[in-house]
């Protein structure tokens, strides 16, 4: 059999064996995919709590409660009599949100006087705010332009073209490849392929130096006919092919499962994966290769995948960023697979969209390999004493 | 007692000491915070979402659909990229260039002058968390101030003053106030929190490797030595060093990084000092339970690197604790991240003090002593013998 298919062996047997690789590799995978998507399970925000502080008590106030009730995220659950009662409410995270209702309000706009409804929000909280202000503002708005409407109707206009005065332009909006702004469409898969990436290093760095902790290293190194390159490709080819277990797992059980895109998996996911899977584990190979003590190479794993997610853009967008942040996100494998996962997944085009994407991922697997490569024929050299 | 207070103190002496020879140790408790407090923080340092590009295809050419295509760019979300037409906007929504393309139709200021309602089509690529909120509100508030423009001309037209042209544009007006972030920034909402997160994460993992590394080097019975084989003073001891070393970490991040971050603290900080100083006390117990499951410190970290997001996650800070299953809910309310964030979300942000916070301190003096219970179980039987 050749060395590099028994270095893999080899290397599975470790992986299945070994506590610091298959709880990074094998156990923690399906927990933590299973919460993300568990955390979302609702997939949209319903039902928030608000408050009402209504001072007009008139037909028109109780309307306008009656279709902000109807909306996915406001239910009333209580009424506040002054502002100081609306904010403590709040503070004790009682209520997200109210809506006021100033005194004589109905009879003002009979009056042709101004009226002014008044949303607030508990912006502490960002999610639920912005989702309060789209439904309440959609409602109040809405009713305000009826009230134009029935003011030039009354004054002898014709219908359409009163309609044409209260909206003279209408937007028609689409959104595009998540028109529900289904929370769990986003950002599971995100979360889950930010874990694969942490997973797959986490385990990578300890790919070579834990040889040493086992004491297993020389046996491995007269296996292996002293070549580095035989080890690190025999070791590479096990991580890699336990990282598509992940990926079946990911693309065959949890999306579906879950209801998560429309199709299965798909081999331009498939490719994307399996470079994004040969970046991590070459960048933990180098780590490992070059970091003699296991604790000092978990700690760079871990300190360099963990801020992944907040690096990639996917929830502050990166041209957001001051410049060395910018530069930072694109030392991590995880942005690019990120971009070319919404390309190629997300928006459904063809692979060749994610070119940029492939071209940055290939760069980390042509640097991190020949660097480990280096580095630890050097140590297999010295145990050989060559 | 005084014997007992000199143990206390000779333990913690003992505990620098090993973060002083282990690297490991050193790193995640001593650069990682500060570190990280200042690499995140200055992710959102401009804490708001500005210059979203948004291609605009202007089929229309005329005097309003340039008004409008104006007023998109001077709104601070919005930066126009001009695109020839529909395709080559789509061209550049797939490669990226855009988060979405607002085509303004042919004819639109004529339809618009003769009283008949024209359209826009907006697309927007809802791939990712902010932008397309952002785009979709700015769109719609370039919209209804071209609308009432259109309003009041036509008014003041039919020989209205214009005060009374006012009036009849928008008789009911919404006036939207988000309550202790006022413009609703990304950063401003998880700045504080993701400050108290770092805390939190740096203590749990550096000290969960601390007790798995007694396990590991067999020096258990050495704490336990210098204790005088009392549980409480060991641990105690133990968690003293973490707590001024926490207790300070917080009382820098609250003045310097709120400082540079410019976030305000608008409750009663008295109260909020109490609340952190019992938060770091219970996540104590906690992180010491946690690392003496653990047989080596490499898997303690390992582990402990991946609770970060899950622990993030289920607090009710990123997602409204209601819409948890009952499952997560009930894992939530075991974490003191989640009491602790309601209560300090309450002081720092919304400007409460200690009456608002009760229920919350209640449930972490609760997790204190259940964590404390735990440790005391778990050390007993597995390091007394």
């Known amino acids: 059999m050749p060395i590099v298919l028994q270095i893999m062996i080899r290397e599975w047997k470790r992986i299945f064996t070994l506590s610091v690789h298959y709880w990074a590799l094998v156990v923690m995978p399906p927990i933590l995919f299973f919460l993300y998507a568990g955390i979302y399970q609702e997939q949209k925000v319903y039902d928030l709590p608000i408050a009402v502080f209504d001072e007009d008590n008139s037909a028109a106030t109780r309307q306008l409660i009656f279709l902000l009730e109807q909306t996915e995220t406001i239910h009333f659950t209580r009424s506040v009599n002054n502002y100081d009662e609306l904010r403590d409410a709040m503070r004790r995270n009682e209520i997200m949100g109210a809506v006021h209702f100033p005194r004589r309000m109905e009879a003002n706009i009979k009056s042709r006087k101004p009226a002014t409804v008044t949303l607030y929000t508990n912006a502490a909280y960002l999610v639920p705010a912005k989702l309060i202000y789209k439904d309440a503002a959609s409602v109040l708005l809405t009713g305000g332009s009826g009230v134009i409407l029935q003011k030039l109707v009354k004054k002898g206009m014709e219908p359409a073209k009163a309609m044409a005065l209260v909206q003279p332009i209408v937007v028609s909006t689409y959104s595009l490849y998540n028109p529900n702004y289904n929370y769990r469409l986003y950002l599971v898969p995100g979360l889950i392929t930010v874990a694969i990436q942490m997973m797959i290093i986490m385990a990578a760095v300890l790919m070579l130096n834990y040889e040493r902790t086992t004491k297993t290293l020389e046996e491995l190194v007269v296996l292996a006919g002293g070549s580095a390159s035989n080890i690190i490709a025999g070791k590479t080819l096990a991580h890699l092919t336990v990282s598509w277990t992940n990926w079946v797992l990911v693309a065959w059980v949890i999306f579906p499962a879950f209801d998560i895109g429309s199709t299965l998996g798909g081999w331009k996911f498939f490719t994307l994966y399996s470079l994004m899977a040969l970046g991590c584990i070459g960048l933990g190979a180098m780590v490992s290769a070059i970091a003699k003590d296991t604790m000092l190479a978990i700690d760079v794993g871990l300190f360099y995948t963990s801020p992944a997610f907040v690096f990639s853009g996917y929830t502050f967008p990166k041209w957001g960023m001051p410049w060395y942040d910018q530069f930072y996100a694109q030392l991590l494998p995880y942005s690019w697979f990120l971009e070319g996962y919404i390309k190629i997944f997300t928006m459904n085009l063809p692979l060749a969209f994610a070119w940029p994407e492939i071209r940055g991922l290939l760069w980390f697997i042509i640097v991190s390999y020949p660097i480990a490569v280096l580095v630890f024929q050097k140590q297999c050299n010295k145990i050989l004493g060559v | ?385």
């Open chain 2, 1 to 385: 007692m005084i014997k007992k207070i000199t143990s206390c103190f000779r333990i913690a002496a003992r505990e620098i000491r090993i973060i002083a020879i282990d690297h490991s140790l050193l790193l995640t408790l001593l650069l990682a915070p500060l570190l990280y407090a200042f690499f995140y923080g200055s992710i959102y340092i401009n804490k708001e979402e500005v210059n979203v590009p948004l291609a605009v295809v202007d089929d229309d050419q005329t005097t309003l659909s340039r008004l409008i295509t104006e007023q998109l760019n001077n709104t601070q979300v919005i930066d126009v990229v001009g695109a020839k037409d529909v395709n080559h906007a789509q061209y550049l929504l797939d490669i990226s260039k855009v988060q979405g393309y607002i085509y303004i139709q042919k004819g639109l200021e004529e339809k618009v002058m003769g009283l008949q309602q024209a359209n826009m089509v907006l697309a927007v690529s809802v791939s990712r968390f902010l932008p397309p909120s952002d785009l979709l509100s700015a769109v719609t508030q370039v919209s209804m101030t071209v609308s009432a423009g259109v309003r009041l001309q036509y008014f003041k037209k039919k020989g209205m003053t214009e005060a009374i042209a006012m009036q009849e544009t928008n008789p009911v007006t919404l006036d939207y106030r988000p309550l202790f972030n006022e413009r609703t920034s990304y950063g401003a909402y998880l700045l504080p929190g993701l400050l108290m997160l770092i805390l939190q994460q740096t203590l749990l993992i550096g000290l969960a490797a601390s007790m798995a590394r007694e396990r590991q080097e067999h020096t258990m019975g050495e704490l336990y030595a210098l204790a005088g084989d009392r549980f409480t003073t060991a641990f105690t001891g133990k968690g003293l060093f973490y707590f001024i070393l926490y207790a300070i970490y917080a009382l820098f991040f609250l003045t310097v990084n709120f400082s540079i971050l410019d976030l305000p603290i608008r409750g009663d900080y008295f109260s909020l000092v109490l609340l952190i100083a019992l938060f770091i006390a219970t996540l104590i117990p906690m992180a010491m339970w946690i690392g003496s499951l653990f047989k080596t410190q490499v898997l303690a970290v390992q582990i402990m690197g991946f609770s970060t997001y899950p622990f993030f996650l289920i607090t009710g800070y990123a997602w409204p604790y209601e819409e948890l299953p009952p499952v997560l809910q009930a894992l939530s309310a075991i974490l003191p991240t989640t009491p602790f964030l309601q209560a300090y979300t309450s002081i720092v942000q919304q400007g409460g003090g200690g009456a608002q916070i009760l229920p919350q301190v209640a449930h972490l003096a609760a997790l204190w002593l259940a964590y404390s219970v735990f440790l005391a179980i778990n050390v007993r039987r597995k390091f007394r013998t």
